[in-house]
C-alpha cells in the first residue's frame, strides 16, 4: 500500500448475517484519479460505497481517508472530512428547490451560530450570500440555472441525477463517491456526464470513485478500473485490460 | 402573471419576495393594531385567543411541518408553560422574566422528551408524545403542593414596570407582539442553516447524514424549539384563562393543535396561522349557527367534535395542501385572473418512488 493514497481499504468484510456482502477486499484510491467499481448485481459495489460513508459498520478490516481512520468517524462527520457521494435511488431534498438543495450541500461549513440565525445578523446574510455565490457556481458549471427554484418534486429523472451530482459537489469534496450516476440516463445525457466527471477530476481536482454498469462512460472517463464479484476484487487495471480480463467476462456471464 | 426576476442574491430569501406582499402584510399589522378601537373588549379578548392559539400553532409546525416528527402531546407543553409562568410569577418574578424562564423550562422538558422519543417516527412517536401529555396532566393533579392540584392554581395578573396588561387591550397587543416575534423568529430560522438541515432530515435523512447534517441532534432540537415556542404560547394563555386546572390542557387541546396544522397545510407558516384562526374560530361560529338550526341537528351532543372531523375529513380528501396551499391558488387565480387555466394545479398521478434507507 502506497503512502500517498487518498483512500485506502484493507481486508475490509461486511456481512448480513450468513451473507458476506463484501469479503476480504482491498483496494487503494490515489489523488486525482477516477475510479470506476464495476461488477454484476450483488457484487457488494454500493455496500463498499455504504461502509467509506459510514452508513454500514464494517465486520472487519480497516478504511483510511486522508491517513484517518474513517471507521471510527461518526456517520454525520464524513462529510466534514471531505467525502461527498450520490445514492443510487436519488436521495434528494423533495419538497425543496434546487436551490435550498445544493445549499445543503454546504451545510459542513457551518451555518452561523442559532442566534444569528434567529435575528438574520448583517454578518449571517454575508455568509449566506457567500454560500449562495459557491452554489451558483456550480449552477454554472452543471448548467442548473433553468431550474434554480423549481422543486426536485417537479424535475425530471435525469436533472434530479444532475442535481444530486451538484449537491455533493457544493460539499467541495476532496473525493466524490457516485453510485452509478449514469443508471436511467438517456446516451446525451450519459454524454454530458462524461464531460463532467472528466472536469470535476481536472478543473475542480476532486478525486472520483464511481460504481458504474455503463461501460461505454466507463471506457470514456476512468484511469482504473476495479471488478467486484461476490464481494471480492475480481480484476484491476484499465478499463480494457479488465474488459478483456476472462474472469471479468466469466463473472458477467456465469460460465 | 408574476415571474421571479432576482437582482440579489438577497431576494431570494427576502421576507417580503414581491413590493406588493410588504404592503398587504403592513396593511395588515396596521389594521390589527388599530382594532383595539374599534371592537368591544370581548371580541379583543377572543382574537387575545386566536394570537395565543397561533403561537401554540407554530411551535407544533415547527416539529410536525418541518421535520415530519407527529406529536399528539403538545399540550402538555402549553401545560408546563402555563404552570411554570404561574409559579413564578406567584414568587415574585417580574412578569418579562418570568414568560421567557417559562418557555425555556418548557424547551428543556422538550429535548429530554426528545431524546428518548426520536427513536422511534410515525404512529409510534405519536403514541410517545401521546402518553407523555397524559403523564403530564396527572402529573400535575397529583401535585398540589406546587400546582394547586385539581382545584387549581389562580394566576396573577401581568404587569410590566407597574403598568397593567391585565386590560383587554393591553394583553391583545401583548400576544400581537409575542405572535409577530415568534413567527419573525421562526422564519428567520427557517431561511438559514437550520431550517434547510430540517427540510433535509425530514426528506431523505440517509442523504442529511452523507452532507454532515447530524440528524438525531437536529430532531432533539426542533423537539426543544417547538417546546418553548408552545411554553411561551401556555404562558400567555395562563392569564387569558386567569385559573388554571388540569383539564384545561387535555388530548382535546392537543387534537386541536394537531388540527389546525394538517388543515392549515404541513410545512407552512402562513398555514400554521390560518389553521390555527379557523379552527380556534370554529366552535365560536358553530354556537353563532346553532340557532338557526333545527333542534334535532342542534340538540345533539358532540356537534363541535363533529365538525372538526369533518373539517378535517374534507381537507384530506379534496385539499391535502391545506388552507395555504388554497391561499397560493386563490393568489394565482387573481394574479393571473384573466389568463388562469383551470388545471394549474391538477393533481398527477406520480410514477416515481425511490427506496429509502436508514
Not at chain 1, 64 to 80: I, M, N, T
Not at chain 1, 136 to 149: A, G, M, V
Not at chain 2, 119 to 128: D, H, K, N, T
Not at chain 2, 216 to 244: I, N, R
Request: glycine fraction near 10%; aromatic fraction near 8%; charged fraction near 15%.
Amino acid at each position: 500500500m502506497s503512502a500517498q493514497a487518498l483512500l485506502t481499504v484493507r481486508e475490509l468484510a461486511l456481512t448480513f448475517g450468513g451473507v458476506h456482502a463484501i469479503a476480504d477486499l482491498s483496494l487503494e484510491v490515489r489523488p486525482g484519479e477516477v475510479l470506476a467499481i464495476i461488477g454484476p448485481n450483488g457484487a457488494g459495489k454500493t455496500s463498499l460505497l455504504n461502509v467509506v460513508t459510514r452508513v454500514f459498520d464494517a465486520t472487519r478490516g480497516q478504511v483510511h481517508f486522508k491517513g484517518q481512520d474513517l471507521l471510527s468517524v461518526p456517520r454525520h462527520q464524513v462529510a466534514g472530512l471531505g467525502l461527498a457521494r450520490t445514492f443510487q435511488n436519488i436521495e434528494l431534498f423533495e419538497a425543496a428547490t434546487v436551490l435550498d438543495n445544493l445549499l445543503l450541500g454546504r451545510h459542513r461549513f457551518g451555518g452561523g451560530a442559532w442566534w444569528q440565525q434567529l435575528l438574520r445578523t448583517p454578518a449571517l446574510t454575508r455568509a449566506e450570500e457567500g454560500a449562495r455565490q459557491r452554489v451558483e457556481r456550480i449552477i454554472d458549471f452543471l448548467e442548473l440555472s433553468p431550474w434554480r427554484h423549481s422543486l426536485i418534486a417537479g424535475l425530471p429523472y435525469g436533472v434530479r441525477k444532475v442535481v444530486e451530482l451538484g449537491r455533493a459537489l457544493c460539499s467541495e469534496p476532496e473525493l466524490l463517491c457516485l453510485d452509478e450516476p449514469a443508471s436511467g440516463l438517456n446516451p446525451e445525457e450519459t454524454r454530458d456526464l462524461a464531460f463532467w466527471i472528466d472536469d470535476i477530476r481536472s478543473e475542480l481536482g476532486v478525486t472520483v470513485v464511481m460504481v458504474e454498469h455503463d461501460m461505454s462512460l466507463v471506457s470514456a472517463v476512468a484511469d482504473r478500473v476495479i471488478c467486484m464479484a461476490q464481494g471480492r476484487l475480481l480484476s484491476e487495471g484499465t478499463p480494457a485490460q479488465v474488459q478483456a480480463d476472462p474472469l471479468v467476462i466469466s463473472a458477467y456471464l456465469g460460465a | 402573471m408574476h415571474f421571479d426576476y432576482h437582482t440579489r442574491y438577497s431576494e431570494g430569501t427576502a421576507l417580503f419576495k414581491r413590493p406588493a406582499d410588504k404592503l398587504a402584510y403592513g396593511l395588515l399589522l396596521a389594521a390589527l393594531l388599530v382594532l383595539p378601537a374599534v371592537l368591544s373588549p370581548f371580541f379583543l379578548g377572543e382574537l387575545s385567543y386566536v394570537f395565543i392559539l397561533c403561537v401554540a400553532s407554530l411551535g407544533l409546525m415547527f416539529l410536525t411541518g418541518f421535520t415530519g416528527q407527529v406529536s399528539l402531546g403538545h399540550a402538555a407543553f402549553l401545560a408546563i408553560g402555563a404552570y411554570a409562568h404561574a409559579w413564578f410569577l406567584a414568587r415574585g418574578l417580574p412578569w418579562p422574566l418570568s414568560l421567557p424562564l417559562a418557555a425555556m423550562l418548557t424547551a428543556v422538558v422538550g429535548v429530554l422528551i426528545g431524546i428518548p422519543a426520536i427513536r422511534v417516527s410515525g404512529l409510534y412517536l405519536a403514541m410517545v408524545t401521546l402518553a407523555f401529555s397524559i403523564i403530564v396532566e396527572q402529573v400535575i393533579g397529583l401535585w398540589s403542593s406546587v400546582t394547586g392540584g385539581f382545584t387549581g392554581l389562580a394566576v396573577e395578573d401581568p404587569k410590566l414596570l407597574g403598568w397593567s396588561l391585565s386590560g383587554p387591550k393591553a394583553f391583545y397587543y401583548t400576544c400581537l407582539l409575542v405572535l409577530v416575534g415568534v413567527l419573525l423568529g421562526l422564519l428567520n430560522l427557517l431561511r438559514s442553516a437550520t431550517g434547510r438541515a430540517l427540510v433535509g432530515v425530514r426528506d431523505s435523512e440517509a442523504a442529511a447524514y452523507a452532507l454532515g447534517i447530524h440528524v438525531q441532534g437536529h430532531k432533539v432540537a426542533a423537539f426543544g424549539v417547538s417546546a418553548g415556542v408552545c411554553g411561551l404560547a401556555g404562558g400567555l394563555l395562563a392569564h387569558h384563562l386567569k385559573y388554571l386546572t388540569p383539564d384545561g390542557f387535555t388530548l382535546l387541546l392537543s387534537l386541536e393543535l394537531v388540527l389546525m396544522v394538517v388543515i392549515g397545510g404541513l410545512g407552512s407558516l402562513r398555514g400554521a396561522v390560518l389553521g390555527a384562526i379557523l379552527i380556534s374560530l370554529l366552535p365560536t361560529a358553530i354556537s353563532r349557527i346553532k340557532p338557526l338550526l333545527p333542534d334535532s341537528i342542534s340538540k345533539q351532543f358532540g356537534l363541535e367534535i363533529f365538525v372538526f372531523g369533518l373539517v378535517l375529513a374534507i381537507f384530506v380528501l379534496f385539499e391535502p395542501g391545506g388552507l395555504n396551499a388554497r391561499w397560493l391558488k386563490l393568489r394565482a387565480l387573481l394574479q393571473s385572473f384573466p389568463l388562469y387555466r383551470r388545471d394549474t394545479f391538477k393533481r398527477q398521478k406520480r410514477y416515481m418512488k425511490s427506496e429509502r434507507y436508514k
